[in-house]
T-cell receptor, first 114, second 114 residues
Framework: DAGVIQSPRHEVTEMGQEVTLRCKPI?????LFWYRQTMMRGLELLIY????????DSGMPEDRFSAKMPNASFSTLKIQPSEPRDSAVYFC????????????FGDGTRLSIL | AQSVTQLDSQVPVFEEAPVELRCNYS??????LFWYVQYPNQGLQLLLK??????LVKGINGFEAEFNKSQTSFHLRKPSVHISDTAEYFC????????????FGQGTRLTINP
């Protein structure tokens, strides 16, 4: 079975540019999560969706960040404009909405903002 | 709100030696507990989980963890480690109400020396 698929795996861009990260969750999963991982702050939950609806976006750092889930098989995380401090590894994860079900992670997008 | 503290940021051990990675949590309600492993350049994978019942939980790759409610701990153990266990390990907690939202610890980097 295919796992969570993220693209691109690596992104290098200049400050001020728009960045779009993509995620395809596991088919049938009804929860989708976006995380950011840095050495300084560890693993942070940015936002999560249930049945394509954003439930909690309290982890989104500022208005430059936005996330959408137009359908059950696709989500995007967008940064506009990007800044060097946004450099991190961004993970997408998905899960079933039942008690105790684990989250399944993608391999991440390594983002570098120059 | 919950929080998770992983008491050691780095743990070096020799191959075939036993290892314990410590995790303490804080929560005002009952919780579910998880251990995840992250190999280099990959996303997180579930090692094991505690939902209820027996306080000793067995996971993949020979790992086990013990839930101790009075000490609010969920330490991870393996009796004999292998070079391939070199990775970062994350403890995570979710409560019964927000069961799909995880709070992660800062991670423990396990290094196995030959």
């Amino acid at each position: 079975d295919a796992g969570v698929i993220q693209s691109p795996r690596h992104e290098v861009t200049e400050m001020g540019q728009e960045v779009t990260l993509r995620c395809k969750p596991i088919s049938g999963h009804d929860y989708l999560f976006w995380y950011r991982q840095t050495m300084m702050r560890g693993l942070e939950l940015l936002i999560y969706f249930n049945n394509n609806v954003p439930i909690d976006d309290s982890g989104m750092p500022e208005d430059r960040f936005s996330a959408k889930m137009p359908n059950a098989s696709f989500s995007t995380l967008k940064i506009q404009p990007s800044e060097p401090r946004d450099s991190a590894v961004y993970f997408c994860a998905s899960s079933w909405g039942q008690v105790g079900q684990p989250q399944h992670f993608g391999d991440g997008t390594r983002l570098s903002i120059l | 709100a919950q929080s998770v503290t992983q008491l050691d940021s780095q743990v070096p051990v020799f191959e075939e030696a036993p290892v314990e990675l410590r995790c303490n949590y804080s929560s005002s309600v009952s919780v579910y507990l998880f251990w995840y492993v992250q190999y280099p350049n990959q996303g997180l994978q579930l090692l094991l989980k505690y939902l209820s019942g027996s306080t000793l939980v067995k996971g993949i790759n020979g790992f086990e963890a013990e839930f101790n409610k009075s000490q609010t701990s969920f330490h991870l153990r393996k009796p004999s480690v292998h070079i391939s266990d070199t990775a970062e390990y994350f403890c995570a907690v979710s409560d019964f109400q927000g069961a799909q939202k995880l709070v992660f610890g800062q991670g423990t980097r396990l290094t196995i020396n030959p």
